[in-house]
T-cell receptor, first 110, second 118 residues
């Protein structure tokens, strides 16, 4: 599976959009981009995933560049409860397991 | 939903004790479940892949005799930490994928078990 690179930490003001970047320059054509988050002392929570097209659900939007080498997770109106570590993971079509990197520690400030 | 339940959420026991952790998929069947461990301020590390009705597949460096995995049904996998020692203290997390799901379906995680060995 392709490796991902994320900034170790980010801050965002409550009520603003939080944009979390992820680089996956070695991604191959059949690999999906997944986003999970982990709030302190809990298990990871699935947020969203995509292959080529941009995706949106009730939690977030996922913007994937045309060359698929990077993506951005957008939390449109961040709240204090969105403070967590966010993981961007690339998973191959034939692979079952998820390999977690270090993620981005997002802090939402009041 | 796709709910995964872990039990217990926290356990404290003496060195040398064996500890069993359960992972259940509550509203779906899971042919495959995964076990992770996480040390403080570190990321999740995959320990093993648990397959219903067959032997688990362990990641490199994980002792299979130390961490026994049983996946006897489509809704239950167990991890037993045998003869636990203080260095086994960690946060153990399981996840599951729906049976017969497409290759792009997400895994769903339990809330973890915090194991402390005295």
């Amino acid at each position: 599976d392709a490796k991902t690179t994320q900034p170790p930490s980010m801050d965002c003001a409550e009520g603003r959009a939080a944009n979390l970047p992820c680089n996956h320059s070695t991604i191959s054509g059949n690999e999906y981009v997944y986003w999970y988050r982990q709030i302190h002392s809990q298990g990871p929570q699935y947020i969203i995933h995509g292959l080529k097209n941009n995706e949106t659900n009730e939690m977030a939007s996922l913007i994937i560049t045309e060359d698929r080498k990077s993506s951005t997770l957008i939390l449109p109106h961040a709240t204090l409860r969105d403070t967590a570590v966010y993981y961007c993971i690339v998973r191959g079509q034939g692979a079952q397991k998820l390999v977690f990197g270090q993620g981005t520690r997002l802090t939402i400030n009041p | 939903g796709a709910v995964v339940s872990q039990h217990p959420s926290r356990v404290i026991c003496k060195s040398g004790t064996s500890v069993k952790i359960e992972c259940r998929s509550l509203d779906f069947q899971a042919t495959t479940m995964f076990w992770y461990r996480q040390f403080p301020k570190k990321s999740l590390m995959l320990m093993a892949t648990s397959n219903e009705g067959s032997k688990a597949t362990y990641e490199q460096g994980v002792e299979k005799d130390k961490f026994l995995i049983n996946h006897a049904s489509l809704t239950l996998s167990t991890l037993t930490v045998t003869s636990a020692h203080p260095e086994d203290s960690s946060f153990y997390i399981c996840s599951a994928r729906k049976a017969r799901s497409g290759l792009d379906q997400p895994q769903h995680f339990g809330d973890g078990t915090r194991l402390s060995i005295l």
